[in-house]
């Protein structure tokens, strides 16, 4: 009997010291500004119907990685405000949506501070699936000088849409320390 109750005790010490055994520690990983993020539009961003104050909602579209650990996962909401809106103007020139003030969340739970975003005919074609209509100012300025340069400065230039899903590319704007657990 006393030999199966010192197997008992032993057994209860052996758990219990392995529950009181410490987990992997977090490990702070520092994520510099510069990191590249992208984003998925989840409000749709119009020139022509969007305006100053407007909020707008993103999704990270990949995980965020430093040093072989994930900082930021897919998924993650982001959100930021329209802080201006520039509609089309003579010689072609586009309109543009300027987003600033984007946030997003890391895997700890801080805050993450990211680069304003513009939405801009130059910047839609690096915006996978956004789209813009065309303005014909500077070509036509270009090909025949003066006859152009009367037609540029009749012709507006396009407004430019971001639909749900388009993704773009922004930044880290401040450098952070992230604790990724083990």
Do not use: N
Request: aromatic residues 2%; hydrophobic residues 50%.
């Amino acid at each position: 009997m006393r030999r199966i109750a010192t197997i008992i005790a032993a057994a209860v010490l052996v758990v219990a010291a392995a529950g009181a055994a410490p987990a992997l520690a977090d490990v702070g990983v520092p994520v510099p500004a510069g990191a590249e993020v992208l984003l998925r539009f989840e409000t749709p961003v119009d020139s022509s119907t969007t305006q100053q104050g407007t909020a707008v909602q993103f999704e990270v579209a990949s995980d965020v990685v430093v040093d072989r650990s994930i900082v930021i996962r897919a998924a993650t909401p982001a959100r930021g405000v329209v802080t201006a809106v520039a509609h089309p103007g003579l010689f072609g020139k586009g309109a543009r949506v300027h987003i600033e003030s984007i946030d997003t969340t890391a895997v700890d739970g801080r805050p993450i501070k990211l680069s304003p975003v513009d939405v801009t005919p130059d910047t839609v074609a690096q915006i996978q699936g956004a789209s813009r209509t065309a303005g014909s100012g500077v070509a036509g300025i270009v090909l025949i000088w003066p006859i152009g340069f009367l037609g540029g400065s009749l012709v507006h230039g396009g407004q430019v849409q971001a639909p749900a899903g388009a993704v773009v590319t922004t930044t880290v704007s401040e450098a952070a320390q992230i604790a990724v657990p083990q």
